[in-house]
C-alpha cells in the first residue's frame, strides 16, 4: 500500500503503515545537530505515535526552535530544573509540557548535550489515524490530535511508541522563517527568525 500526503503527494510506499514509519525511524545523530538547522530539517518529517487507539502519523509542517540557556525565550534560560533537566540531556529526547491548565506542547531536544536546546512543533499535516474534523494547526492542538500528553516527556524518540521518521519528498519544501509566536517576554529575542514553516501549507497555525 501507499500512504500518499494529499496536499503535495508525498509518498512513501510500503507494505503497512507501520513498518514504513519503523523502518524510517530517524537515528540519534540527526537530533545532534544545531536547533536551527534541526528546526528546518524537521519539516516534511513524520511525528509518530502508538496512542491508546492505535498507531497515529502528522508530517511536521511547523517549528520553532529554541536555542538553550542563553534564550531568553527558552525554558532552559531558567535553568536546570525538574522541569527542564531533559532539555539538558541527551538530544532526540520528548520535552513535553503543560500550559494555560489545558494544552500540552510537544517538543524535541537537539544539539548538543547541556546547553538546552529544543525545537517546539507548532503544526501537523495529518497522514494516519486522525479524523479529517480535528484540527492540527498548534501546538496544543496537534498534541491531542496525536495523543501525546505528559506521559510522554522524556521518551526517547528512538523507542517504539513515539518517535520521527522521514518520508520520501518528491520536491523540495518551500520554507518561510519569521519571529516566533508568543515571546514578547523575551526582549530582543522575540524578534528572532527562529519560526518555520512550509509556505502555503493550511496546517500551518
Not at 531568553?72 to 525538574?82: D, E, I, V, W, Y
Not at 544539539?111 to 494516519?128: F, M, Q
Not at 498548534?138 to 521518551?155: V, Y
Request: charged fraction near 20%.
Amino acid at each position: 500500500m501507499e500512504i500518499v500526503d494529499s496536499a503535495d503527494r508525498r509518498s512513501l510506499p510500503v507494505a503497512t503503515p507501520e513498518t514504513a514509519f519503523q523502518n524510517h525511524r530517524l537515528p540519534r545523530a540527526f537530533y545532534q545537530q544545531p536547533v536551527l538547522s534541526l528546526a528546518r530539517q524537521l519539516l516534511g518529517k513524520a511525528l509518530v505515535h502508538r496512542g491508546p487507539h492505535g498507531l497515529l502519523a502528522g508530517r511536521i509542517v511547523e517549528t520553532e526552535a529554541y536555542l538553550g540557556r542563553m534564550d531568553l525565550a527558552s525554558h532552559a534560560s531558567k535553568g536546570r530544573t525538574a522541569r527542564t533537566e531533559v532539555l539538558f540531556g541527551p538530544p532526540g529526547h520528548a520535552y513535553v509540557y503543560f500550559i494555560y491548565g489545558m494544552h500540552c506542547c510537544f517538543n524535541v531536544v537537539g544539539g548538543k548535550s547541556g546547553v538546552g536546546g529544543a525545537v517546539l512543533v507548532r503544526g501537523v499535516e495529518p497522514l494516519l489515524g486522525i479524523p479529517e474534523r480535528v484540527r492540527t494547526d498548534g501546538p496544543g492542538r496537534l498534541c491531542r490530535a496525536l495523543a501525546i500528553s505528559l506521559e510522554q516527556n522524556r521518551e526517547d524518540l528512538l523507542g517504539e511508541r513515539l518517535y520521527i521518521s522521514e518520508v520520501d519528498v518528491a520536491s523540495p519544501l518551500r520554507i518561510q522563517r519569521g519571529p516566533r509566536v508568543g515571546v514578547d517576554y523575551s526582549g530582543p529575542w522575540a524578534v528572532k527568525p527562529y519560526r518555520f514553516w512550509i509556505r502555503g501549507n493550511r496546517f500551518v497555525s
